[in-house]
């Protein structure tokens, strides 16, 4: 101190003044602020990450500021009333942190600390503050004094940065794992939800989890691959968007055989609900016959075939390949097929052989798919061409052979397949002729060698062919076997024609087929049988034993029918035995026998002939041989008729060619019932035909008067107004009950609303009334 | 009575002979005459065998009453 009392400097003075006031913390409203606000902010969480970083920041420059470190700098909060008190020295420094340099000095190194941490986020400041405060009060530590509060400031700065960064840089990662790892969790409900809520506090925690999730789930997040497959996550969540194998059994290939063949029967069986018993049993036996290798192309093919091949369809082609057979054979196995089918609906339309073919073409037709059909076809020219061959010894092999083979929808592997087999058949046979006839079939129908080389292979394709084949000529026959010749009769018949006239051939085919199939088929009925209704009974013996009897019998019975010639029967009988007995496949065996009888009965035939028609198509020779059988059952001499329809068709066309000439005036049902409704008393039955030539007198009247009405208005067309002009004449409709009324009274209402207008809403009136 | 008209054996009669052509719904009326006539032919057919004192209508009865029925349906 200066001597001079009176020159006391004001330096000195403050000095003075200094020294004495450092020891007590001025109180200054920033003092007091700054505590009130450290205070504040300290009693609550973390108001911010930027205002927790600047109290950690200040506490650390406090602890820094002051030489003694201040303990446990994890309590901010405890701290900062600790530094307090303490930091008198400090506070000072706090204070004049809080002074304009101070704020200053701690706004650059807050805005510092909080840019760097402000991503941390409260997370990780709440998370590390105390590592954070660690690393700042360790770094405190190192500092000294301004200089070091800087120093540390920075390395405060730095390291708690670091150390925040190093946190960010693990939350960060985390909070990606926790982000994707939350939407994994929240996409799978049942794990990981525990964590994933947490945030940043529990980030390593969740990320373990989220990376445990990521690993399970298939890891969204980059950060963790895995090699699970994100269906893994999706398994649970959306089912219906799982790629699942469709549980759809494949059907056995018998199993779809089956089907198709009952579609197929079916199909062109509305017309003829006759034969869809036996078509179904046969399909089901066929079914079960058809070997495996079926074709399921081919099965595909014949539902389509036979819906569009409708019976007036089959009624066309009937009548064409009839026409067509004689000329070309081989070629109008398509054709024959649907001359076939229409040779079974018209009884009339086809010929004596026609008719035959027709039949069983026809019958077949409608059972076999359009496959069938287009078997049925070759079968019924090869019978047309051959009337007198009733030896559908080949056609019958044929048709065995296709029934051993199997159901071959095409008819031209029928056709091969049919000759094949007749040509194994015969070669089974013992007989000579049979096998030359067949022979001669081959060598005739190039398709027959190709045939034998692809019949074995084919088996299953032709088997199936055969099968339908022989079905149709089951069927054919069933038409014919009506007589009662069990259908199994006929097939061996045909069999035996083999070569022989077409007709025999149709039958033996026919027959054969049947047999053919029954021996192939396990199960299977005698084809015809099952088809033709008439043929039912002999379905029924389709046993293979009662097949060979039925052959026999069917044999001469049809035999008696179709051929003629006596030595059918007898043949017939021979063949099926011998067809029995020779059938190495079944079919075959019957082939030959059939065609043996055949061969002898062919005696007209030529062998040309009936070698195209063995070759042609099964059915078509079934169709005749059914045919020919149920006409030599019911009659012996018409042939024609028996042709008009095998089994069913033939029971229909019988009746339906006496029926034609009869007039048919309205139905019994409905007449008889309107009579007795308006008797109100009994009535006897038997004034039906009375009724019915009444009826018939009046419509002839009535047309007339209709017609005179009509040319008097100069019109061309019976209209309505005619009518009414009639009942008034009549005396029905008077000035009292107009005729709307008479309408009310005995129309039905579908009626009543054509002929009475009716207004509707919108001005419209129904039915549309044109002036 | 509600049955299912015939109407095309309906349309055959009519057409029978004459390449006539038949309105629309010309047919149903056709129906109706026929049932009217039907119904007409019922009755008298009824009245006959009451007269027979039997119960039910016999041939013969219907027999007798159709010329008469026919006759005076003419138009």
């Excluded at chain 1, 794992?177 to 529990?202: M, N, R, T, Y």
Aim: proline share 6%; hydrophobic share 30%; aromatic share 4%.
């Amino acid at each position: 101190m200066d001597s001079t009392e009176d020159d006391i400097s004001a330096r000195v003075l403050l000095r003075r003044v200094l020294h004495t006031e450092l020891p007590r913390s001025p109180v200054t409203s920033s003092a007091t602020n700054v505590r009130r606000s450290m205070r504040l902010k300290n009693t609550p969480g973390l108001e911010s990450p930027g205002s927790a970083l600047r109290h950690r920041l200040k506490k650390k420059l406090h602890e820094s500021a002051s030489l003694s470190p201040l303990p446990s700098p994890k309590r901010p909060r405890s701290m900062v009333p600790n530094t307090n008190p303490p930091v008198t020295v400090p506070s000072p420094v706090y204070d004049e942190d809080m002074t304009t340099r101070g704020l200053l000095r701690g706004i650059i190194q807050m805005e510092t600390e909080a840019s760097l941490l402000m991503s941390g986020q409260p997370a990780l400041q709440a998370s590390e503050p105390n590592p954070a405060e660690a690393s700042v009060s360790s770094a405190g530590e190192r500092t000294e004094g301004l200089s070091g509060v800087e120093l540390s400031d920075l390395t405060l700065n730095t390291e708690p940065l670091t150390h925040v960064v190093r946190g960010l840089s693990r939350r960060r990662p985390q909070r990606a794992f926790s982000a994707s790892a939350f939407e994994k969790q929240l996409d799978q409900l049942p794990e990981d939800v525990s964590h994933v809520s947490h945030k940043g506090d529990i980030s390593e925690e969740k990320a373990d989890a989220s990376q445990d999730l990521d690993w399970s789930s298939g890891s969204k997040s980059g950060l963790n691959l895995t090699l699970k497959t994100p269906f893994v996550e999706k398994r649970i969540e959306r089912v219906g968007l799982q790629r699942k194998v469709s549980n759809r059994r494949l059907p056995s290939v018998d199993a779809f055989d089956e089907a198709v063949q009952r579609c197929l029967e079916q199909g062109p069986n509305q017309d003829h609900s006759l034969f869809q018993d036996g078509k179904t049993l046969e399909d089901s036996s066929w079914q079960k016959f058809t070997l495996c290798l079926n074709d399921v192309t081919e099965l595909y093919v014949q539902p389509k075939k036979d819906d569009t091949a409708g019976p007036s369809a089959e009624m066309e082609r009937d009548a064409e390949y009839e026409r067509e057979y004689e000329l070309e054979r081989a070629s109008e196995i398509p054709d024959s097929v649907p001359l076939i089918q229409e040779g079974k609906d018209h009884e009339l339309e086809s010929q004596d052989d026609d008719e035959e073919d027709v039949v069983p073409s026809s019958q077949e037709n409608m059972f076999l798919s359009p496959e069938d059909d287009i078997v049925l076809a070759p079968t019924q020219a090869m019978t047309e061409s051959l009337p007198e061959s009733r030896d559908v010894e080949l056609q019958d092999r044929e048709f065995v052979e296709e029934v051993e083979i199997g159901n071959v929808v095409e008819i031209e592997d029928q056709k091969v397949v049919e000759i094949e087999d007749d040509s194994i058949e015969d070669e089974n046979v013992v007989e000579d002729e049979v096998e030359e006839v067949q022979d001669e079939n081959v060598e005739e129908i190039e398709d027959e060698e190709v045939v034998e080389a692809e019949h074995r292979t084919e088996n299953p394709d032709t088997s199936q062919y055969l099968e339908r084949i022989t079905r149709r000529a089951h069927r054919s026959e069933g038409g014919g076997s009506v007589l009662g010749i069990p259908a199994a009769t006929r097939v061996t018949k045909s069999f035996g024609a083999g070569l022989n006239p077409r007709e025999k051939d149709l039958l033996d085919f026919i027959d054969g087929n049947r047999d053919l199939q029954d021996f192939s088929d396990e199960e299977r009925e005698p084809p015809g049988s099952p088809e033709f209704p008439q043929l039912h009974p002999a379905a029924e013996l389709s046993t293979p034993e009662q097949r060979s009897q039925q052959h026999e019998a069917s044999l001469a019975e049809e035999d008696v029918p179709e051929f003629e010639e006596d030595d059918d029967a007898p043949e017939e009988l021979n063949q099926s035995e011998e067809e029995e007995e020779l059938m190495d496949s079944g079919s075959a065996s019957q082939s030959p026998e059939l065609a043996q009888e055949e061969e002898e009965e062919e005696d007209d035939d030529d062998d040309a002939l009936s070698a195209e028609l063995s070759v042609k198509t099964p059915a078509f020779v079934r169709q005749k041989r059914v045919f020919t059988s149920s006409i030599e059952q019911a009659m012996p001499t018409a042939l024609k008729e028996v042709n008009a329809g095998p089994a069913p068709q033939v029971a229909k066309r019988a009746p339906r060619q006496k029926r034609q000439t009869g007039v048919d005036v309205l139905p019994k049902s409905y007449v008889m019932s309107m009579f007795k409704h308006f008797a109100k008393t009994r009535v006897a039955s038997d004034i039906y035909p009375a009724i019915n030539e009444i009826l018939k007198k009046y419509f002839e009247r009535l047309a007339d008067d209709l017609e005179a009405y009509s040319t008097h208005a100069k019109r061309k067309t019976i209209e309505v107004e005619d009518f009414e002009l009639l009942m008034r004449r009549q005396g029905f409709v008077t000035d009292s009950t107009p005729v709307n009324i008479l309408i009310e009274k005995y129309l039905p209402l579908e009626y009543r609303k054509l002929l009475i207008p009716v207004a509707t809403s919108g001005n419209k009136v129904i039915p549309k009334q044109r002036r | 009575m509600s049955k299912k008209a015939p109407r095309a054996a309906l349309k055959l009669h009519m057409k029978k002979n004459t390449n006539i052509r038949i309105g629309k719904n010309a047919d149903l009326m056709a129906q109706l005459n026929l049932l009217v006539v039907l119904h007409r032919l019922a009755e008298e057919s009824r009245v006959k065998a009451f007269e027979e004192k039997s119960a039910t209508i016999k041939v013969h009865h219907v027999r007798a009453v159709a010329k008469k029925m026919l006759k005076s349906t003419r138009g």
